[in-house]
């Protein structure tokens, strides 16, 4: 499995599925071997920690290859192996944020760009359709890095064929029946160790570039998502929505897609009452919950706030999550002078999610578009009601929610008022919604990913 | 002797508009929807089923003889969208050989909520049979057929009728068959009549269905279980929704020709004949008495109350508008008294539950909200609003008192 984020620190839902998906195939017996870019961030210090030596015993495959498997999880994730390969990837970045951090680790490191590695990756990639040989030789100038001395490629495209140079390594001496890729900076990566191994490819879509940008698109992306998609034996979409938007804009056959929904890990844990800190006890609390991000709808959370607030008075909006557009929504809060209203966490972890969702007496996804979206089956674990947008994969699946269109501000705005002023309302959307969503098990995910397997190798 | 019963209910509430929190224009119902969901209705159902028993009244000389439950609100809405329903209604009626059973106007729950408020809409609505089709209802049913011990108790005391209808549910009869007329516990006067719900439901649900073992259902093979009955019961009580006819049931399912053939195959057989639940009131004596303590009604496979009162919300919501009883009425405001009425329709309950609501059934068929959540705010955002309008009510009144002092 080629993917690019893992738990405990993650900045969106594809780290939470990728960890949900393994655990529960590891759990049917599937061995996993789960390559990873190994974050040099320094705010994902921490995550480099939990692979550490002290904490991990190396398999017995070659150093390069940084085989670990996790002591605190080992009986859940038995059958899976990790491999990281160094490179600052982020999921979420845009080429801008890319070229900023490079340039930043470059000053630290004032460690010189490897000229041959660019030279053969450039070989590697100018045939377009990149072939084996080529790949092979990337590869082979790639395993000459040391790890603690990363070199980086220019740009972020570079950098997703590096990576995908290290994955050919790693999947020259590893033994696997069938390649999983999780997005579009994997998908090369799975393309090339197809191309050298002749084992079949899946591409898993969590999202696409029409989801992250609009109409927008970033041509390079695009292209290569396209690619990945027609190279792909089988692709999985994340739901239907996806699938329509795999056929209608990647030009994809519809047979070759298939739809399988995420799930979530059970809650076991009761809800306890937390001191609302900063906040009176008397006051209703909607949350916001995801990256502040064009995707994520935020402007209409907060045009919807400000409608709330035209009629009731003792709410305030929480919103949890950076973004690019973090700074624009502050100021925006500012102008419509609701900002005391709106509270920012910034970027939350695990355990300070969990306090957020303790508190909150409604959950809003405003996505303008959602290829699923895990963090309200999440809510909904933590018996948080949630209000949806229609143009989301998991209104797909849930019935127990109250849904609107995005940018109809007014019936947000009428909803939200709902849930705060009638409790009955509130009571039942978290009794029937917390009940359908035990329904939504990774286990349920992770056959049906089985099964396409299958389908696969009895072709091959 | 089996005696065929046949009544059928007709009703239509009126549907709520779109109504957010920041609406505060006192029009709650959706005119348009109304007028046209009564006109498709009408022109699938109500006509071409009232033509065709008219007709079979006429052929059979009086021997075939149907019995209708008319809502008051679905009256207001033929009156108001499609008047021509009326004039074939008043046709049956002129016949002589049709009953009309009395109930609540508004199809409310009231029964369970107010029984000073249940009586007065029992009134209103005798009120308008009597004034539209010239006679006195003397058979009450409940709305859904809800019904229990006290009901039967308190529709003997109004004194105005001589027999009450409800569903012939399992648990209540034990060994007995509601092929009988039977006497509510409690009441010396009062006739129980109950729907004999597994032939009713032959033509109400299952007629069209092609994977049952009986389809298709055919006039003559009907006749025959209605033949089985002989020497073993007093009445074939087959009650049920008259949109079965071409709305639940679509006529290229052959329901309309299955009514057509049906009386000539039921009267084939000497000893049967059709009856109105008042004349089988009038022809038979009750057999035993039926002791229903708890409460109960046709629907679902529950027959409780559970499609209407669920739930947290259909609680609340009840609760909610019956508390408002007091405020309207004191107002003395009629126009407020009409909306707070229509609200009460048990539908706009029906539309909150979430019974099935994943499944995706006949809940959800007949419900014109997407969810039953959105429904559930809908109606408390039209309560907020009547409510608010109550208080004005009364704030102009003390100023216009206030005003006549100084």
């Given at each position: ?81 990790f ?72 740009d ?51 999202s ?96 919807a ?42 970027f ?25 979206g ?24 849930l ?11 007014n ?20 009794e ?28 091959v | ?58 052929r ?63 009134q209103?609505?005798t ?44 648990h ?39 994977t ?39 006529e ?47 629907a ?5 109350l ?21 405020l ?56 907020t609003?009547?409510?608010e309008?109550c ?16």
């Open positions: 499995m080629l993917g690019w984020e893992f738990p405990p620190y993650i900045s969106g839902g594809l780290g939470t599925a990728c960890h949900g998906l393994t655990k529960a195939m590891s759990e049917m017996g599937v061995e996993i071997i789960f390559v990873l870019p190994k974050p040099v961030d320094s705010n994902m210090s921490t995550h480099v920690k939990m692979l550490s030596p002290q904490q991990c015993r190396p398999r017995n495959r070659e150093s390069s290859g940084k085989a670990f498997s996790l002591t605190d999880v080992e009986k859940e994730f038995a059958n899976v192996s491999r990281t390969i160094a490179t600052p990837l982020t999921p979420y970045g845009t080429p801008e944020f890319y070229q900023k951090k490079i340039d930043e680790i470059r000053r630290q490191k004032a460690g010189q760009v490897q000229q041959t590695l660019d030279e053969t990756l450039g070989a590697a990639l100018s045939g377009k359709e990149a072939s084996a040989q080529a790949w092979i030789r990337a590869s082979e100038t790639v395993a000459y890095e040391s790890d603690s001395s990363g070199q980086y490629g220019g972020m495209y570079a950098e997703v064929h590096r990576y995908a140079a290290h994955a050919v390594r790693l999947g020259m001496q590893e033994d696997f029946d069938v390649i999983h890729a999780h997005d579009w900076m994997t998908y090369p990566a799975g393309i090339a160790v197809a191309s050298v191994t002749g084992k079949p490819l899946v591409v898993h879509v969590h696409t570039e029409f989801d992250r940008s609009g109409e927008h698109v970033n041509r390079m992306i695009y292209d290569i998502e396209r690619r990945g998609m027609h190279a792909a034996d089988r692709i999985i979409a994340v739901s239907y929505l996806t699938r329509n938007i795999i056929i209608s804009r990647y030009g994809i056959f519809g047979d070759k897609v298939e739809v399988v929904y995420n799930g979530v890990e059970q809650n076991g844990e009761s809800r306890v009452a937390f001191n609302k800190v900063g906040i009176r006890n008397d006051e209703k609390i909607v949350l916001f919950l995801g990256r502040i991000t064009m995707q994520k709808g935020p402007e209409y959370f907060l045009m706030a400000r409608k709330v607030l035209e009629e009731i008075d003792n709410v305030k909006f929480v919103m949890a999550g950076t973004g690019d557009m973090m700074h624009r929504i502050i100021e925006m809060a500012a102008q419509m002078g609701i900002g005391h209203k709106v509270l920012f966490t910034g939350l972890h695990s355990k300070d999610v969990e306090k957020v969702y303790q508190m909150a007496d409604l959950y809003v996804m405003p996505s303008v578009s959602e290829p699923f895990i963090a309200p089956l999440e809510a909904l674990n933590h018996d948080v009601p949630v209000l949806i947008s229609k143009q989301s994969g998991v209104s797909e699946v019935t127990h929610v109250l849904k609107v269109d995005f940018w109809d501000i019936e947000m705005a009428n909803k939200i008022i709902a849930v705060l002023k009638y409790p009955p309302l509130q009571l039942t959307l978290r029937h919604g917390n009940f359908e969503v035990r329904r939504l098990r990774w286990s349920g995910a992770a056959e049906k990913c089985l099964k396409i397997y299958e389908g696969m190798l009895q072709h | 002797m089996p005696s065929v019963c046949f009544y059928f209910q007709v009703h239509q509430p009126f549907r709520l508009r779109h109504y957010t929190v920041f609406d505060h224009t006192p029009r709650y119902f959706d005119e348009f929807k109304n007028a046209s969901i009564c006109r498709k209705v009408a022109n699938k159902c109500y006509l071409t089923a009232n033509r065709l028993l008219l007709d079979a009244i006429r059979y000389e009086g021997r075939f003889r149907i019995a209708y439950s008319l809502t008051g609100i679905i009256l207001e809405q033929f009156e108001k969208y499609c008047p021509e329903v009326m004039s074939t209604f008043d046709a049956l009626a002129e016949t002589g050989c049709v009953e009309f059973l009395g109930e609540t106007y508004y199809h409310s729950l009231s029964f369970l909520y107010s029984p000073a408020e249940f009586i007065e809409q029992i209103k609505h009120e308008t049979i009597q004034r539209l089709y010239g006679q006195r209802p003397r058979v009450f049913r409940n709305t859904e057929l809800i019904y229990n011990n006290t009901l039967a108790e308190s529709i003997e005391k109004l004194g105005s009728f001589d027999g009450i209808i409800t569903e012939g549910a399992d209540i009869l034990g060994y007995r068959s509601s092929n009988f007329v039977y006497r509510p516990v409690g009441c010396s006067r009062l006739k129980l009549l109950l729907k004999n719900y597994a032939l009713s439901d032959d033509i109400a649900f299952r007629f069209g269905n092609r049952w073992q009986e389809y298709p259902l055919t006039a003559e093979k009907f006749a025959s279980w209605i033949n089985r009955i002989n020497g073993n019961g007093q009445c074939v009580n087959l009650f049920m929704d008259y949109e079965t006819f071409g709305e639940h049931q679509w290229d399912t052959g329901i309309f020709s299955f009514m057509y053939h049906l009386p000539e195959h039921v009267l084939k057989h000497p000893d049967n004949n059709f009856k109105t639940p008042g004349e089988l009131i009038d022809s038979y004596e009750p057999v035993d008495t039926i002791d229903v303590p708890h409460i109960i009604s046709w679902d496979t529950e027959r409780d559970s499609a209407w009162l669920g739930n947290a919300m259909q609680s609340n919501a009840l609760h909610e508008i019956y508390k408002l009883e007091k309207i009425k004191q107002t003395r405001n009629d126009e407020l008294l009409a909306d707070w009425r229509k609200l009460q329709t048990s539908d706009h309950f029906y539309y909150m539950c979430t019974k099935y609501f994943s499944d995706g059934d006949v809940h959800k068929y007949f419900n014109p909200y997407e969810s039953p959540y959105d429904s559930y705010i809908n109606f408390m955002n039209v309560l609003n009547l409510k309008r208080n004005q009510s009364f704030y102009r009144d003390d100023k216009r008192r206030l005003s006549k002092i100084s």
